[in-house]
């Protein structure tokens, strides 16, 4: 049985983002939402997720690297900034590394081919070495993902009936944390009677009113937004945060990737009636590490977190 972070997926969110999303969704349908490592969203709060990573990856069975038509130009690019960090090439340079010897498959996705040997620095270059795999677009995509996951099998194990899930959706695209986690909530609800029987439940889809003989069906539908003018100062304040975050040239992609997943949390915190001050907290100080020594972004975390501390 494949044991938890077993597999590790590396990847440049501005190479491969979508597919690779399809990619750890059909993997962890298959071998279990805790066998599937994919960076920022299996890093607990709090944590350094630098070292986390190295450590993750240190301690996986597999290494699957996503590799996108971009990839090698992103690689060169940062190659030749010798201040910014690569936390890709870090990642399969610590898998390659031959005291540690974990195996790495190379994925082309996007109609990539393998780099050449004279294209990676000197911890990359075994790559060439490894045989590739690939993920082609619909209607090859689910063929080529039976195919790596027998080959994942031979290395991590096959999960154990009752750990895999089912019905998932197959997504092309990840779920993103823009500004339409500030939107109110809908909620309907649905009643139905036949003579003195009354059904009723709630949906978040709409659908009009139905009538079939002596059946009806009612449904109302009813929002509730944030209606606290300090609750709403917080989340306006955190949709500028990410503005900035994004427009920043002093952080990276990855610090970049980093840090959406706090603000998303706060996002989702802040929606329920009774938000976890523990949360908050634990979120706001994750936010403050990455983007320490950044004073424009370090000044709205402050704000946020004085906005918070009167909530």
Not at 284 to 295: C, E, F, Q
């Given at each position: 049985?494949?044991?938890?972070?077993?597999?590790?997926?590396?990847?440049?969110?501005?190479?491969?983002?979508?597919?690779?999303?399809?990619?750890?969704?059909?993997?962890?349908?298959?071998?279990?939402?805790?066998?599937?490592?994919?960076?920022?969203?299996?890093?607990?709060?709090g944590?350094?997720?630098?070292?986390?990573?190295?450590?993750?990856?240190?301690?996986?069975?597999?290494?699957?690297?996503?590799?996108?038509?971009?990839?090698?130009t992103?690689?060169?690019?940062?190659?030749?900034?010798?201040?910014?960090?690569?936390?890709?090439?870090?990642?399969?340079?610590?898998?390659?590394?031959?005291e540690?010897?974990?195996p790495?498959?190379?994925?082309?996705?996007?109609?990539?081919?393998?780099?050449?040997?004279?294209?990676?620095?000197?911890g990359?270059?075994?790559?060439?070495?490894?045989?590739?795999?690939?993920?082609?677009?619909?209607?090859?995509?689910?063929?080529?993902?039976?195919?790596?996951?027998?080959?994942l099998?031979e290395?991590?194990?096959?999960?154990?009936?009752?750990?895999?899930?089912?019905?998932?959706?197959?997504?092309?695209?990840?779920?993103?944390?823009?500004?339409?986690?500030?939107?109110?909530?809908?909620?309907?609800?649905?009643?139905?009677?036949?003579?003195?029987?009354?059904?009723?439940?709630s949906?978040?889809?709409?659908?009009?009113?139905?009538?079939?003989?002596?059946?009806?069906?009612?449904?109302?539908?009813?929002q509730?937004?944030?209606?606290?003018?300090?609750?709403?100062?917080?989340?306006?304040m955190?949709?500028?945060?990410?503005?900035?975050?994004?427009?920043a040239?002093?952080?990276?992609?990855?610090?970049?990737?980093?840090?959406?997943?706090?603000?998303?949390?706060?996002?989702?915190?802040?929606?329920?009636?009774?938000?976890?001050?523990?949360?908050?907290?634990?979120?706001?100080?994750?936010?403050?590490?990455?983007?320490?020594?950044?004073?424009?972004?370090?000044e709205?975390v402050?704000?946020?977190?004085?906005?918070?501390?009167?909530?």
């Amino acid at each position: 049985m494949p044991s938890s972070n077993s597999i590790f997926i590396s990847y440049r969110r501005s190479d491969s983002n979508d597919v690779t999303g399809r990619i750890y969704d059909r993997l962890q349908q298959h071998f279990g939402p805790d066998v599937v490592f994919k960076d920022v969203q299996s890093i607990p709060y709090g944590d350094d997720f630098r070292t986390h990573l190295v450590q993750t990856v240190s301690q996986c069975r597999v290494v699957v690297a996503v590799l996108g038509p971009t990839w090698i130009t992103t690689l060169q690019e940062r190659l030749a900034r010798e201040d910014q960090q690569d936390w890709v090439r870090a990642e399969i340079e610590t898998a390659l590394n031959r005291e540690i010897g974990i195996p790495v498959i190379p994925l082309l996705v996007g109609g990539a081919g393998m780099p050449s040997r004279e294209d990676l620095p000197e911890g990359l270059q075994s790559l060439v070495d490894r045989n590739a795999a690939q993920a082609r677009p619909d209607p090859d995509f689910h063929v080529d993902l039976d195919r790596l996951i027998k080959r994942l099998e031979e290395i991590v194990g096959t999960p154990e009936p009752g750990t895999q899930t089912h019905g998932a959706s197959d997504l092309s695209a990840p779920v993103t944390n823009s500004a339409t986690s500030l939107e109110p909530s809908k909620q309907s609800s649905q009643s139905q009677s036949i003579g003195s029987i009354t059904i009723s439940g709630s949906s978040n889809s709409f659908n009009a009113i139905q009538s079939t003989g002596d059946v009806t069906v009612t449904q109302t539908q009813a929002q509730n937004p944030v209606s606290d003018p300090g609750l709403q100062r917080v989340l306006e304040m955190l949709k500028e945060l990410k503005q900035a975050i994004a427009a920043a040239g002093a952080i990276d992609d990855t610090e970049k990737e980093m840090v959406a997943i706090p603000i998303k949390k706060l996002e989702s915190e802040l929606q329920k009636p009774q938000p976890d001050r523990k949360v908050l907290d634990r979120a706001i100080a994750t936010i403050t590490k990455v983007l320490d020594g950044v004073s424009p972004l370090i000044e709205l975390v402050t704000k946020v977190a004085a906005l918070l501390a009167n909530i």
